[in-house]
């Protein structure tokens, strides 16, 4: 069985542009949640989706946005880059709240 | 202060030595998690809990509901073993809440 596949690995973008990284989960699950991680922050929460809908979102400004299309692939949106947004921001799947996560590997995103 | 909260931050042992990493949180929670990440970044969920023990291999997480505290132990312990633990409660719909990780280094 596949794993949770996040692309791109790395993501080089300019201050004011805008990025989309893409997730797709293991086969069957239809939880897909968005986390960033930062040296400083550590890992913080973004959002959740669950068979296309978002049932929880962390305390990031509205440039962050996300969805879930009929087949659970989620993608995240970021515009209006800022530096500070330079992370990791890694996705993960499960089957349904409460059960186990299962990461990505992350995409690595730096904002010059 | 932060809603979880991980003792400690660093954690140095010889290997074979039994280990304890420590987590409380002040938060109402649906389960907590116990990851581990490696250098690169990459993670791995080791545990979920809601409610008691659970043991897999070397690695054991308890669970304390009434006192908010859980602890990962780590038997014979050994240098693949090295890595980062982080705690996390889930506040519902996935939505962790992290602690700031334990950096666990294991010598030969």
């Known amino acids: 069985k596949a794993g949770v596949t996040q692309t791109p690995r790395y993501l080089i973008k300019t201050r004011g542009q805008q990025v989309t990284l893409s997730c797709s989960p293991i086969s069957g699950h239809r939880s897909v949640s968005w986390y960033q991680q930062t040296p400083g922050q550590g890992l913080q929460f973004l959002f959740e989706y669950f068979s296309e809908t978002q049932r929880n979102k962390g305390n990031f400004p509205g440039r962050f946005s996300g969805r879930q299309f009929s087949n659970s692939r989620s993608?995240?949106?970021?515009?209006?880059?800022?530096?500070?947004?330079?992370?990791?921001?890694?996705?993960?799947?499960?089957?349904?709240?409460?059960?186990?996560?299962?990461?990505?590997?992350g995409t690595q995103l730096s904002v010059l | 202060k932060n809603e979880v909260e991980q003792s400690p931050q660093n954690l140095t042992?010889?290997?074979g030595e039994f280990i304890t990493i420590n987590c409380s949180y002040s938060v109402g929670i649906s389960a907590l998690h116990w990851l581990q990440q490696h250098p690169g970044g990459g993670i791995v969920s080791l545990f979920m809990l809601s409610?008691?023990?659970?043991?897999?291999?070397?690695?054991?997480?308890?669970?304390n509901i009434q006192e908010k505290h859980s602890s990962l132990h780590i038997t014979a312990s050994?240098?693949?073993?090295?890595a980062v633990y982080i705690c996390a409660v889930c506040q519902g719909a996935q939505k962790l809440v992290f602690g700031q990780g334990t950096r666990?280094?294991?010598n030969p």
């Open chain 1, 75 to 105: 993608e995240m949106n970021v515009s209006t880059l800022e530096l500070g947004d330079s992370a990791l921001y890694l996705c993960a799947s499960s089957l349904n709240v409460n059960e186990k996560l299962f990461f990505g590997s």
């Open chain 2, 13 to 15: 042992a010889q290997e």
């Open chain 2, 51 to 63: 409610s008691g023990k659970k043991k897999h291999g070397r690695l054991i997480a308890t669970i």
């Open chain 2, 78 to 82: 050994h240098p693949r073993d090295s």
């Open chain 2, 104 to 106: 666990l280094t294991i």
